[in-house]
């Protein structure tokens, strides 16, 4: 499913038009973007969280160059689904 599937599917089953849900749907995903970008985790209670992970520092080979690399500490966004979620994801 994509962003505009995403879109229409509200739109259909609100009655909204499609561009105010595009425009809430945008400013949602800011919103989660932003929060993610200050270390703040995302909580939506029944579906999931937004959770902001650290990887730890590490040594990696360039193969082509037959080098060690180090690979610094950093941080990924990673999605947590709530267990009600997965219950109804497993059926």
Known sequence: MTK???????AK???????TVLTTLEAF???VKGSL????????????SFIVKK????????ISKN???IIPEHN????KPAKTFTLSVKK
């Not at 990887?55 to 360039?62: E, G, I």
């Open 67 to 69: 080098t060690t690399i």
């Open 55 to 62: 990887r730890a520092q590490k040594t990696a080979r360039n």
């Open 29 to 31: 995903m800011d919103a």
């Open 13 to 19: 089953s609100t009655g909204i038009d499609k561009a």
């Open 37 to 48: 970008s200050n270390d703040e985790n995302v909580y939506l209670r029944g579906f999931g």
């Open 76 to 79: 990924i966004p990673a999605f």
């Open 4 to 10: 505009a599937d995403i879109v229409n599917e509200i």
